[in-house]
């Protein structure tokens, strides 16, 4: 059984960093694309990031592009999420999820990562001060 983990959130300042992990395991890493989703109190989820383990190729949303990093270590079978410039409505709790990569559109083009994900993670809070 599939399963992903994340870790690092916690509480910064606006203009500050942190850096979340999703640690994978239980299936095949690399045939797998992972995505960052995170929701906010009240709000729909939205998927912000999204990076193939195979090729390198990666989605930003717009609300993150120039400020956030997807990467991935294969040996690891971790992804990482590297936030900057962080903001107080970046607060939300975040979540990795894991998509195969042959039902994952829009990822090589690096406009979207739309797919129907298999697995997810328990989600870690990260919360930004003013």
């Known amino acids: 059984e599939g399963q992903l983990a994340e870790s690092g959130g916690g509480l910064a300042q606006a203009g500050g960093s942190l850096r979340l992990s999703c640690a994978a395991s239980?299936?095949?890493?690399?045939?797998?694309?992972i995505a960052w989703f995170r929701q906010a109190a009240g709000k729909e989820r939205e998927g912000i990031s999204c990076?193939?383990?195979?090729?390198?190729?990666?989605y930003y949303d717009d609300s993150v592009k120039g400020r956030f990093t997807v990467s991935s270590d294969n040996a690891k079978n971790t992804v990482y999420l590297q936030m900057n410039s962080l903001k107080p409505e970046d607060t939300a709790v975040y979540y990795c999820?894991?998509?195969?990569?042959?039902?994952?559109?829009?990822?090589?083009?690096?406009?979207?990562?739309?797919?129907?994900?298999?697995?997810w993670g328990q989600g870690t809070q990260v919360t930004v001060s003013s």
């Open positions: 239980g299936f095949p890493f690399g045939d797998y694309a």
């Open positions: 999820a894991a998509a195969q990569l042959e039902f994952v559109f829009g990822l090589s083009e690096g406009t979207a990562c739309q797919a129907i994900y298999d697995y």
């Open positions: 990076i193939s383990s195979i090729d390198g190729s990666v």
